[in-house]
């Protein structure tokens, strides 16, 4: 397994926002975190990530405990935050450049890093460009790029696609599709059960554990020739997915081990 998240609780004073959370992920999976506002997804993701202290239980992700070394764990995900988390009077790379610094990616392969991330969320040609003047579907593209650029062998994303309009969200999730489809583990939260079929149509595996209802697909397995792919560009204008996003998500994918 991944991930094991193992009866995880946190207690604000009274109030109780996690209660004995329990679940697995295996390697390559996408996984949806599924509750409505207030469940606790937020609570759960941020003891995984080691940004809130768990009142009890544990969370272990490829052979590492949270609470005994979380910096082992920080380096083998990548985390896309609720609310975006970026600087809004620097441009797209200057954002990337100053996360990639702060999460230690190597000074000689750290431009072409934000290279590869730029072009996988179809913002290449927006770079320059300040972030305050991007659309809200933009912006949260490139908290995603923050996310992939330790290239984490686990993707966390907490309501990536919230108040995006349906093209900006169709971009986010085919992106993430395809990010998974190439062995990427996914751990997503959602309100929606919509989103998480749309990386598994196939039928869902339920469990309710603790007091969030998690729901498990499995990881989808579309042939390349059956999948209908369309994304929005950085234009606004409705497109099949580019060669090259696409190539450069295989890549990523391929060139984990040797970079990492
Ligand atoms: N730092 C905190 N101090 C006190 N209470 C908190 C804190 N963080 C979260 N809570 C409470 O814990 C509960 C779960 O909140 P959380 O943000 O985890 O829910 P969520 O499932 O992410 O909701 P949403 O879908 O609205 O994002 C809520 O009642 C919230 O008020
Ligand atoms: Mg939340």
Redesign the pocket.
Known sequence: MLVEVKDLT?R??K?T??NGVHFSIPAGEAFGLL????????????MMCGL?VPSGGDVVIDGHSILRDPMAVRRVIGVVP?DVALYPTLSARENLTFFARMQDVPANILASRVDAVLDIVQLADRQKDRVETYSGGMKRRINIAVGLLNQPKLLIL??PT?GVDPQSRNSILETLKELNRQGMTLLY?S?YMEEVEFFAPTSPSSTMAGS?QTARRKTCDFRPATRTLSVCSSSGKLTTPSATALRRCREWILSNSATR
Do not use: M
Not at 36 to 41: C, E, I, L, T, V
């Open positions: 946190k604000f004073g109030l926002a996690a509750g409505p506002n207030g469940a606790g997804k937020t609570t759960t993701v941020s809130v609720q907490d309501e919230v939260t309100h969030l």
